[in-house]
T-cell receptor, first 111, second 113 residues
Framework: GQQLNQSPQSMFIQEGEDVSMNCTSSSIFNTWLWYKQDPGEGPVLLIALYKAGELTSNGRLTAQFGITRKDSFLNISASIPSDVGIYFCAGRGTSYGKLTFGQGTILTVHP | NAGVTQTPKFQVLKTGQSMTLQCAQDMNHEYMSWYRQDPGMGLRLIHYSVGAGITDQGEVPNGYNVSRSTTEDFPLRLLSAAPSQTSVYFC????????????FGPGTRLTVT
């Protein structure tokens, strides 16, 4: 089946720093999604990408749909303590609604 | 709207016991799904439904049953719990206007001893 490799697995940064994480796939995806999960909660959708090359922002977050359709990137600028959590990428191939998730990036922000 | 709700929030079972995890949504979404989340493995799709009366298997369906008698509810049944089913379970739904953007419930943390 389709697999996503998400990196890095974890990050420890200082408040105010910028953050980058990415997902790569061995197969093509038609949609890329980025989610954030707070402790004890379900994932919450941050950004959705629908076209190769698309660059979309949501506040301090910016995500890109790779031109090859096999990767996606998420950047967080000027991190703050509430950015702490697990970030997941998810991709949709040709199957309606079925998402494949990356393993997650655990982000820790030190004040 | 309450969004996607799940009950219970925590559950401990003994091996061999059965139980049903409840999931409900009040957004009139056609598509609903169940995932399990294990450390270092992201979320894996168990079962999904594209509408009332229609269900299909996901990536890891063994040991789980589902049914979809109404648009609102999508329960997940464990017929004979095993320690390998210890996990956090998430229900999700999505609507037609944003077809690929699933909204998740708060999760059920299940421990099988």
């Amino acid at each position: 089946g389709q697999q996503l490799n998400q990196s890095p697995q974890s990050m420890f940064i200082q408040e105010g720093e910028d953050v980058s994480m990415n997902c790569t796939s061995s197969s093509i995806f038609n949609t890329w999604l980025w989610y954030k999960q707070d402790p004890g909660e379900g994932p919450v959708l941050l950004i959705a990408l629908y076209k190769a090359g698309e660059l979309t922002s949501n506040g301090r977050l910016t995500a890109q749909f790779g031109i090859t359709r096999k990767d996606s990137f998420l950047n967080i600028s000027a991190s703050i303590p509430s950015d702490v959590g697990i970030y997941f990428c998810a991709g949709r191939g040709t199957s309606y609604g079925k998402l494949t998730f990356g393993q997650g990036t655990i982000l820790t922000v030190h004040p | 709207n309450a969004g996607v709700t799940q009950t219970p929030k925590f559950q401990v079972l003994k091996t061999g016991q059965s139980m049903t995890l409840q999931c409900a949504q009040d957004m009139n979404h056609e598509y609903m799904s169940w995932y399990r989340q294990d450390p270092g493995m992201g979320l894996r799709l168990i079962h999904y439904s594209v509408g009332a009366g229609i269900t299909d298997q996901g990536e890891v369906p063994n040991g789980y049953n589902v049914s979809r008698s109404t648009t609102e509810d999508f329960p997940l049944r464990l017929l004979s719990a095993a320690p390998s089913q210890t996990s956090v379970y998430f229900c999700a739904s999505k609507g037609g206007s944003l077809p690929y953007e699933q909204y998740f419930g708060p999760g059920t943390r299940l421990t099988v001893t």
